[in-house]
């Protein structure tokens, strides 16, 4: 069996990628990044979703991006938006956040001897974030070739896989759908209320609730906002 | 002012780096990683040199590489080596160290809203590690101007500095005395001893003394182990 590093935040995205990744029949090594985010239930979700997946093996790394603060996601001092889409680079955007995590799934693999990353980046509903770029993917991929014993020994290019790069959100949860995946186990909402339901305002609970509304399916998750944004097309159902 | 972060280890290679951007005229954000080295000495010294030598701001940012092993440098199991240089990358290379760092680096610069980062990388007496070679560099800076906003809304380019790059160690020393750098201040042995004193006879060791000697310097570091290696050239005199 091949082995692979799958990032795996706990959003419906990467547990997609970790169902590709096991089906495609990598050995799956989860890699999960506490970055200081506000919104954790994601990383009790990852959690879940390593389990049910059949992860050989899954790791929580803290790392303090929270120390450098500038999104709405790890700076309690900035309000998470819920007026829907703007134009632009959302304040939801973490400085750099791609570039660490991957930096880390990187660490792990070559301490592995792995050459295989999987990761849920896609292009289509990115919200605008610069790190989510296929151009930005195929520039780490190009340095993470030359950053690593691999690159100076001549073993095998590693290979950066990002399955969900082109697909709608319709699509991803379709292909997840098809796969098995258990959606109630993962999460979205970038701004939980008390009892931990999904706000259903934020930009991931808009994209999310579009994406079950286009692949004609029910979202499990408990919303306590439907009446804010997108339709709540199936949702709970 | 010019604002850049600065890649502060405590070693002397990144003291003489915060000594050249000054010198150029850069307001320096220090940055040291506190990724589970067992040499932590090099923090107490990035704190000392970072004040030293005047830079606006200086933070430690932990993060868990020593989770994933791979290294003598963070694990515990794995001896450091004092038989001197051999071939190939030393075990105390640490997987995907720089792109971590400079991932790090890239973060803050982002939220200070600066353009120019300073690592003091060396490919001449780089030890063999992979990720300081110039053609790596080349490959992160590429990524980093994709990977943020200001690769997104054309603010210019990030640049990342490494005026070391292609001096021995004896210029490097050269350099930092010739701008007023206490290496006193600084700290480079992998394997101190028990009263905090440097071992003379790892890599890191080895190529301080002989750095010194090119220099015609003495080395005011304190050594345990004079005996091992490389003849200790004016060390202490």
Redesign the interface.
Known sequence: MTSAVVLLSGGLDSATVLALARNAGYTCYCLSIDYGQRHRAELDAAARVAQALGAREH?V?????A????SALTDLNIAVPTGGATT??PIT?V??????ML??A???A??LGARHIFFGANAVDYS?Y??C?P??LA??S???N????R???GRGRLAIHTPLIAMTKGEIIRTGLDLGVDYALTWSCYDPGPRGEACGACDSCRLRLKGFAEAGAADPVVYSNRAAGTAPVGAGS
Do not use: C, H, K, Q
């Not at 120390?67 to 500038?70: E, T």
């Not at 400085?95 to 660490?100: F, Y």
């Not at 030359?146 to 014993?149: D, S």
């Open positions: 790791r790394v803290s790392v303090d991006l120390a450098f603060g500038g632009g680079i955007y400085p750099a956040r791609n570039t660490v930096s880390f990187l660490a792990w070559e301490v605008g610069p790190d770029r151009e930005y520039a780490f190009a340095m993470a030359l950053a690593t014993r690159g100076v020994e």
